[in-house]
């Protein structure tokens, strides 16, 4: 891909003097999208500033906008114009002494056209290309048509042009005898469109128009590379956008360390050897036999993200890079319904917290269901520049409690804070700011899902920088996990850690015993499975369903108070004494556990 490069001004605004906040915006006017995009295909920047796919209108004709969708057009007839896109120009050039024209073998003679996009496409008039004779127009003919999808597209390992788009016949007349062909069909999605002579007789064609209806189906805008001057660390990235109900809009990152994003080689006059030149160096002249080639930059650059599900959120590609591009994909499932995007924010701040903080985490397994004990290290790596930071954050899987944070081994004044499953440790009084200064974290948490990673970031309280997230990696000599996931000893059971509060409850209000709490921990469930609790008699009756729902792994406590249909504080029935079973209950895609007690109320 070729890469076209954006330098971003920064302004700055944060009072930090080594620091500087700003924002990445566009969509402030239609020229933003155009002149920043490296694929612009079937979207339609507007002037009020807003991105969204091309509606195709029942009295526009298409064919103009297929050059510009970088779509063309071929006949198999084997003249100049035929082989090169000269043909298209002839369709739509209001002259009706060029066009299609074929005066030998017309039958089978072909006119291909890609349209560079999908449209839902209804209508073709193909005019007549002689006003003085009626028996010059087209007699039979062939509509074949193929939606783009590339499971429509068959590889011949033959055909040096790749693969090529299967096509399904969709109307036909071997005896039509009409000046003009105007064809109707019912809407469709069409990318690629063929129509075929039947007829024995010359014929001469003129202009072609096409039309549509409806919302493209698909759309893409994919930004060129925006340099932000320095490695910068990411904020979060708003998308403000629209999306009708049958419509979806996917947005998707990527970042790097270098301007390009590809890698060039050229052969070295050894067959199979290529050695590494720049892009200045590399002739794109040559032969395809002789010439290098070009590869994808994934050593300096993320691969694509992930569609991001939300509307606002921290920016999913690596941080710590100089250089950003983005990727907006609008589909319609409709043929009204779209998104339309009124702008992308990216925000950011420069210079980067530190060159990288490395992390890995000890130990790297650890038993499922039980309460652990870890320890987070860290190792700083700074080049220059008056950066560093006082504060880490961890995401556990859930609450955690940090007990010890050491600073190049020396244990010192922490202030812990949990914010669900993010534990943030801060050390104002014992600033990193130097190269390989050492950073260790101990705290507890539970943990019921192998492989779980401990996501790490870094934040520095004296500036406005955006936190930078850790690497994994080599943080410490004396320990060798350089990972920041962490096995799980998996045991067979799916429910752990269930306790019963008591075997008796007496639900006579006297604050003894009063309720029953049932605590347990349910494992290795990462997308909801059932749970129930349930209370029977002795003769297998369902007294009392006290919970039921889809839950994911996690711990979870569920109260009886002795009542049966309901609460008894909302009409439920005192249950009589007696022995009474509980049933806690899982069960899922991969099997069920279950977990019964007897339980005894008195009075």
């Not at 995009?37 to 079937?42: D, E, H, K, Q, V």
């Not at 029942?58 to 084997?78: F, H, I, K, M, Y």
């Not at 950066?387 to 600073?407: H, K, L, Q, Y």
């Amino acid at each position: 891909m070729r890469t076209r490069v954006f330098v971003i001004l920064i302004c700055l605004t944060a009072a930090h003097p080594a620091l500087a906040a700003d924002r990445l915006v566009l969509g402030r006017s239609a020229s933003d999208w155009e002149e920043t995009a490296l694929i612009f295909n079937a979207v339609d920047a507007l002037q009020s500033g807003t991105l969204a796919p091309l509606v195709a209108d029942t009295t526009d004709n298409l064919l103009p906008r297929v050059v510009e969708l970088g779509g063309s057009a071929q006949t198999s007839v084997t003249t100049a114009a035929a082989r090169s896109n000269e043909i298209l120009d002839d369709l739509i050039d209001d002259d009706y002494t060029t066009g299609w024209r074929v005066y030998t073998n017309t039958n089978g003679a072909e006119l291909t056209i890609d349209l560079g996009a999908v449209f839902f496409l209804q209508r073709i008039l193909l005019q007549r290309g002689v006003l003085n004779r009626d028996d010059r127009s087209l007699r039979g003919y062939e509509f074949y048509i193929n939606d783009g999808d590339s499971l429509n597209f068959v590889d011949d390992p033959g055909d040096s042009q790749g693969p090529q788009p299967l096509y399904s016949l969709v109307a036909q007349d071997r005896s039509h005898g009409e000046l003009e062909l105007d064809l109707r069909i019912k809407p469709q999605p069409v990318r690629f469109m063929k129509l075929r002579s039947t007829g024995e007789r010359s014929f001469q064609m003129g202009d072609l128009q096409v039309f549509g209806v409806g919302v493209t189906p698909f759309a893409q805008y994919t930004s060129t590379v925006f340099d932000l001057a320095q490695p910068a660390n990411f904020g979060p990235v708003e998308i403000h956008a629209s999306v009708d109900p049958k419509a979806l809009l996917g947005f998707s990152t990527r970042t790097g360390v270098v301007p390009d994003d590809s890698l060039y080689f050229e052969q070295t006059g050894i067959p199979g050897q290529f050695i590494e030149v720049s892009r200045q160096d590399f002739n794109r002249s040559l032969d395809p036999s002789y010439a290098g080639v070009v590869l994808d930059n994934d050593h300096d650059w993320s691969a694509w993200s992930p569609a991001y599900d939300t509307a606002v959120g921290p920016l999913t590609s690596p941080d710590n890079r100089r250089y950003m591009q983005f990727d907006l994909r609008f589909i319609s499932n409709g043929l009204t319904d779209k998104a339309v995007v009124d702008s992308v924010v990216v925000n950011y701040t420069v210079p980067a917290i530190a060159d990288s903080v490395v992390a890995e985490i000890v130990p790297a397994r650890a038993t499922l269901g039980e309460s652990t004990k870890f320890e987070y290290h860290l190792r700083s790596v700074f080049r220059g520049g008056q950066r560093g930071f006082d504060t880490v954050v961890i995401t556990t899987p859930f609450e955690a409690v940090a007990s010890e944070v050491t600073v190049d081994g020396v244990a010192v004044a922490f202030n812990p804070e949990t914010e669900g499953t993010r534990l943030r440790v801060s050390f104002p009084q014992d600033r990193v700011d130097r190269n390989d200064q050492r950073v260790m974290v101990r705290f507890s948490s539970l943990m019921t899902v192998a492989g779980t990673e401990f996501r790490g970031e870094v934040e520095d309280s004296q500036s406005d920088a955006y936190p930078q997230r850790t690497i994994a990696g080599d943080a410490a000599e004396e320990i060798d996990s350089n990972t920041l996931i962490v096995s799980g000893q998996i045991l067979e059971d799916l429910l752990t850690n269930v306790e019963f509060s008591s075997r008796v409850i007496t639900p006579n209000d006297d604050g003894v015993n009063d309720q029953l709490t049932l605590d347990y921990t349910l494992l290795k469930a990462t997308s909801p499975v059932d749970v129930e609790v349930v209370i029977y008699n002795l003769a297998g009756q369902v007294i009392r369903v006290l919970y039921d729902s889809r839950d994911l792994s996690g711990p979870n406590t569920v109260l009886w108070d002795g009542c049966a249909g309901a609460g008894c504080d909302r009409g439920g029935v005192q249950l009589p004494p007696g022995l009474y079973v509980v049933r806690l209950a899982v069960d899922c895609d991969s099997g069920g556990d279950a977990v019964l007690r007897t339980i005894a109320v008195a009075y």
